[in-house]
């Protein structure tokens, strides 16, 4: 049984944590750390928690962290972590990074897109991007984790099979994105207040999104050739759900079940990675509370496109989810533990 | 491992047992059955199935039924499970019928209420009222159980500790129920169309909810008086959850301090019902996907009333997750085994 | 041709009038004066009145209200209008309140409720409720106008008839009130904050809320006892839209039928309460956007009870509407001037 | 004053008719003509129109609709126009078609996009094609009009300025198009159940729907080449609002403030178009209720994209506040007669 400490406490990111965590038998939340509520009792900010949670919210302190956990997850704000993850370097203890921080391996990109001082090159050098259906043996390894944000979870996985099969072109590669609220985290503004929520989609950050460099650095590396994606976002009145629709030029001529067979082999030891059949398009509620990421496919004949749906739970396998996988792999433990249940529908 | 059949297999009811199941360490899934499209898989009407079921839904088969499983519920709409459960009396399969057939002991009110012909009276007879909060002992010993109805169980629980330890009077009792649109089932219709449902309130079946003789004789048996409450129903604008609000005279001077002392008392050894501090009042989403009741409370010194808040999930404490429940006791596995998540929040 | 002046000019109830305003012939908005964000232009905030507002928003000064407009609109907070309008008293222009701050006429039960100080008595004791149906007359020659509260409207203009005609008991009065989001302003708090607010109800501020001394004072005047209603508020997944279901005891043998037409009676001169037929309940979106109140009502005989559900639109016959409607009365207008529109549906 | 007749009387698009003529001065509904529910109070299937409509709902006799109006309009599903249009040819009457029959100027196309057997070559020679921003000159004398479809509103009004001033590629462009389930009309299906559809986003009809034909047609006979647009549709959990979210490769060295100044020009005497300031984007309820397309622009210069985002009310620019503008060109009224309210917010 490993001990672990969740760092940002009353995000959503914390909560969805401790409700995977709760199910898993070979991690215990020994720590729950907050900034802003130290002392306080986590389930009165959160009456869904009572019963499950015992003692108070803690005040952060690196000695007591080192000495009474295995395992840190940073479920904090951009530029937080890269402070905190080169304290803990000279310790055991595996830090788990769900923010933005060491995503970027370059300090210059960091700085441009979230306008923050980045983290030490080193720490950036020896951080592993946790995306387990194409990094599997680098994360097996790593004891610094970067959790990818929850739009390059979906994009990438949707775009890494044709663009290693050079099925599509690796420029222009259309990302238009749809993502609930909760992706925004908890603190309330006027972009996320029901009323004007409700009812609406609202497109926000064009052009301007800081996971753009994340897709880009990965999508790169991984096709063997620079990607410079048009990504887009748009806020829809849902709580969970994220959906990426991509579009791209195909390089040949191959059938829409060709394509589905190459992502079905591409991906089949992954579990969490469900191929739709012909005509099948997933959409964003049967992934609800999973760790999947369900794909479908389509060639559009008419325009020579190959048109990639890619959905998951943003607060799961764009987010919590995707770190216990991680931890799972980076453990020795079986990668789907906590994490094989049924999504919730309706 | 008792194997399971599952009647009625693409309504709602039957998907929510479905997942519970699959986290259910003694149950396992061997039938799917539906009236409608056996021969078809699951996993197509559903597709956030795919990957966990296997083979197509099967047709009703009583004698298959004998032999090949232990366990049959029946989430089938009204007037299915009373022709049925009758054919399995001579076996030992047990039971859970998920729907109003036999939640009412009294052929004539079922009759009146329900617009069909009844259960054979030995059969209502011989059916145990699965509310294992307040009917445990009976459950443990049923083979056949009748889960109660979403309404009556939110309803029922809010009011037993108040009506038993008569700190209110049994008459007048209004509760008003507001629930989401899952309890309609599966089938599309106006009611429950998207256009029309969404950022609206429809207040439906004003005195004439089948729920009514349910909530009614379950509360006179317990109150050891003859009730009839008041009880309205509103379709809320989301999926699941179900909130009752009850009004009622109290008949002595006491303080809300003390009456959640009573009803802490009065459950202390329920873990599903969890009852709230002083002016915290459940909210729906705050048992989402969870088989907890919440409730909270308040007396209104200006007019001497109780007021009862209670909560559930109309899916899981008010279906599902309910019958699971019972299927413990009724096998002497742990009351709480495969129930104990945390809600998912948000 | 009348000039406005709506004070308070980036709230709702701001923007309300603002819409409704422009389809009124006789009234024409010369001035949006903000506290907070004069100097800038209204259509920044709001990019809906684009092409619609000319000119920045404006600071407040007394002196030039005098000057400028014949009619102010107080779309503002509690606590500010019992300042300002007494400093306009000594001119010819007419005040529209649509706060709380004048709806209490005595100043003790205002500041235990609302936890401010009081406006000055003479104030108080000039200032007209505006609920037409019931104070025509005195809305016609009012100078200062106190525009009820949304709860109000709904639940005073669904219980007057009964309650005048003494069909049903003066005690206990259940009032259940439920209520879109929008009803609670446009400042983002966690209240109001979507993942948390979407699929979910919040029952809030029970027996504190600030509309119950309003809702009594005025039920007592009108029933000519002294009545003390239980309400309780609940929040729900929608924008706009307010309902009361509301239960009392009758005090005589009386059909539903023989109940409606009372109440088609009682409102047959008053063109914005529409009386729904036996078995038909109003839902909140069939009055969205529009100024009426429609009311069902049923006699439930199992329990002796009259149930009366009553639905506006909170921003329009629970704010804008019914300030216009009032400014209508009292400059000899078409009472259903600007008003005269069909709900918006679906 | 005109008088009207609308066919198809309890789709959302007779009510939405139903809901503008009300507030038009020029125009009178004279009879609602429904093929299943003649003889019916409209009001009993909408109870918002209770106190608007008199009289029963009639059955479509040709005669009577020659003698008795001025205008039709076919709110009608695919397949009814065509053959009712054709028996109206040899009257005065105009006819509104607000059903997608005589949109594609090929039967061919028609057939098999629609699969159904297309209008007569002459009625759809003689239809003009509603869209008042481009073929102002057309409507003005048309007598058989073809009100275009939502998508196609949105996505050509977005597109045209920037195809005809050729500062964007024919071939690719990319038009990702989100609606809210209203457009999907009023006949329930699992599709828009609302314990499906709400806090989901589907994909539909990818590669299949009706409107690519009608969307390439018109892009290419206004670019001057042959256009293939890629065109994807997503359900969103809201009941009105459509939103095009489009992006194509730019063919010279722009800015985005050159861009939008080339749409403000174009767009300068059409007052239902408002093009957006740099960085703002338009969000689909800030159009809500009101005949508007709202434009925001924004080049791309990472990668050298045009990404246009498009947003109406699918109910009222999107079918029948289009219809009504086409009907005052048509009949020498004021374009923006009966149209010019401010959009309902929140």
Request: negative net charge; aromatic residues 8%.
């Amino acid at each position: 049984m490993k001990n672990v400490a969740i760092i940002g406490g009353t995000g959503y990111g914390a909560i969805e944590l401790i409700r995977l965590i709760h199910s898993h038998e070979y991690m215990h939340v020994k720590k729950i750390i907050s900034h802003s509520q130290h002392g306080e009792e986590l389930a009165q900010v959160y009456p869904h928690l009572i019963d499950f949670i015992e003692g108070p919210m803690e005040e952060l302190e690196i000695e007591s962290l080192k000495e009474d956990v295995d395992i840190v997850f940073f479920a904090t704000p951009a530029g937080v972590s890269k402070k905190l993850i080169p304290k803990l370097e000279d310790s055991t203890v595996q830090c788990i990074d769900l923010s933005g921080d060491l995503r970027i391996s370059s300090q210059e990109q960091y700085e441009n897109w979230y306008g923050k001082e980045a983290a030490p090159q080193h720490t950036l050098d020896n951080a592993v991007y946790g995306l387990p259906e194409i990094y599997k043996d680098q994360v097996k390894k790593a004891k610094v984790l970067s959790n990818p944000g929850c739009f390059p979870t979906s994009a990438i996985l949707g775009l890494i099979p044709a663009l290693s099969h050079k099925i599509i072109a690796a420029n222009p590669i259309i990302i238009d994105g749809k993502t609930g609220v909760s992706g925004a985290g908890r603190t309330p503004s006027s972009m996320t207040h029901f009323s004007e929520t409700n009812d609406n989609v609202k497109p926000y950050k064009l052009g301007k999104h800081q996971h753009i460099p994340e897709i880009d650095q990965y999508l790169s590396v991984m096709a063997g050739e620079s990607i410079s994606a048009t990504f887009t976002t748009h806020l829809i009145p849902m709580t969970r759900g994220l959906i990426c629709t991509m579009y791209s030029q195909l390089t040949k001529d191959i059938s829409t079940d060709e394509v589905i067979k190459l992502y079905q082999s591409y991906y089949q030891s992954h579990p969490f990675v469900r191929i739709r059949k012909e005509g099948d398009f997933p959409a964003t509620k049967e992934v609800y509370g999973s760790n999947f990421c369900d794909i479908g496919l389509h060639v559009d004949q008419r325009t020579n496109q190959l048109i990639i749906v890619s959905v998951i739970d943003n607060l799961v396998k764009g987010a919590a989810g995707q770190a216990i996988q991680n931890v799972n792999l980076m453990n020795g433990w079986d990668e789907q533990h906590g994490l094989s249940t049924i999504p919730m529908y309706p």
